[in-house]
C-alpha cells in the first residue's frame, strides 16, 4: 500500500510463498527480511498473512482505469495505513490495513455519511461508497 499512496499506478508481491523464517533468501542483495503472500508451515500447512488479503481488496474493489484520490485521514493510529480510490463507475474505495499492534476505532466520513468502525489488529477492511 505504501507504494500506490506514493504515487505508484501497481505493486509488486515478489514472493508469494515463503517459509516461516521468511526464505528463502539470496545472498547477494534483495529483501532479508520481507515475508511471502503466504507463509508455508513447516508441517505442510500454511498461513495468508495481510498481503494476501490485501491483494483480495483491491482486485475485487479497485477496478481498472480507478485513480487514486487524496484522503483527509487525521489522528490515524501508528500502523494504519490507508488508500483511497475512485473508480470510473463514481464509486469511491477505502482500503485499510491495520499493523498497529492492536484493535483500533476510527471514524469513517463520505460526504454526508459518517460512521465509526472497529478493526482487528493484522486485518485489512475496504469500504465502498457509490
Excluded at 21 to 27: D, I, L, Q, V
Excluded at 87 to 116: E, L, P, W
Aim: proline share 1%; net charge positive.
Amino acid at each position: 500500500m505504501a507504494s500506490v499512496n506514493r504515487g505508484s499506478k501497481n505493486f509488486v508481491m515478489w514472493n508469494l510463498a515463503l517459509n516461516e523464517k521468511n526464505g528463502p533468501t539470496t545472498t547477494t542483495g534483495g529483501c532479508q527480511n520481507c515475508r511471502g503472500v503466504v507463509t508455508i508451515k513447516a508441517d505442510g500447512t500454511y498461513l495468508r498473512n495481510e498481503e494476501y488479503y490485501l491483494l483480495g481488496h483491491f482486485s475485487k474493489l479497485v477496478r481498472l482505469g480507478a485513480v487514486r484520490i487524496k484522503n483527509s485521514s487525521t489522528n490515524w493510529a501508528q500502523g494504519l495505513t490507508v488508500s483511497t480510490f475512485l473508480n470510473t463507475d463514481g464509486t469511491k474505495v477505502a482500503v485499510i490495513m491495520n499493523r498497529s499492534g492492536a484493535k483500533q476505532k476510527y471514524n469513517i466520513r463520505c460526504g454526508n455519511r459518517k460512521f465509526m468502525y472497529e478493526q482487528y489488529d493484522e486485518s485489512v477492511v475496504s469500504f465502498i461508497f457509490k
